[in-house]
């Protein structure tokens, strides 16, 4: 069974080592997730602590974990840090889950889970970007649809070419139709 936990400053610190560890195993295994080899564990590190850290210190940044028997087997990011005309939406980022862990309902339970802290937060309109053709078919399966693709987008982690990404984004109509009785 899947345990999903969103973080907060303190459990973050704590589990700095075990997010670096999903985010450098991913990456060895060729996930397009902005980091080409050769890629760390102490490249992983810096990245929550410099680009992830300061975002849930301040509240503009949901990081949630998956755990199974005790040990953090994915990730996911829920950017808040929009424009003022954008308080209605939020980005999807990093939906990471460990390569031996894939297939097994990890990513669905994270985007179930952070679809509810969108929610909550009053966001009804998410997006998100990705490279691999297995996300998304992942990301459809859930109700994301394809607005549209940008060639060269981004260096494959390991191969020396450029790939597209695809953009995708979701109404979650529930909070769509909330934010609009709350305004009238």
């Not at 999903?4 to 195993?25: E, G, S, Y």
């Not at 808040?80 to 005309?85: E, R």
């Amino acid at each position: 069974m899947t345990e999903i936990q969103a973080l907060d400053p303190i459990t973050f610190a704590a589990n700095l080592d075990a997010l670096a560890a999903v985010l450098h195993a991913c990456v060895a295994d060729g996930a397009h997730v902005n980091f080409v080899q050769p890629f760390t564990i102490d490249d992983a590190r810096a990245f929550w602590l410099s680009k992830v850290a300061p975002g849930v210190s301040s509240g503009k940044r949901i990081v949630l974990t998956a755990t199974r028997d005790g040990a953090i087997v994915g990730t996911v990011q829920l950017d808040l840090d929009t424009p003022p005309n954008q308080r209605h939406r939020a980005e999807i980022a990093k939906l990471l889950v460990r390569p031996e862990f894939r297939g097994a309902g990890v990513a669905r339970d994270l985007m179930a889970a952070i679809e509810g802290h969108a929610i909550v937060a009053g966001r009804w309109l998410l997006t998100l970007d990705t490279a691999s053709a297995a996300a998304e078919r992942l990301y459809a399966s859930l109700g994301f649809e394809r607005a549209g693709a940008i060639p060269a987008y981004s260096r494959d982690p390991i191969a020396d070419r450029f790939d597209p990404a695809v953009i995708m984004f979701k109404i979650l109509t529930d909070a769509r139709r909330r934010a609009a009785e709350s305004r009238t």
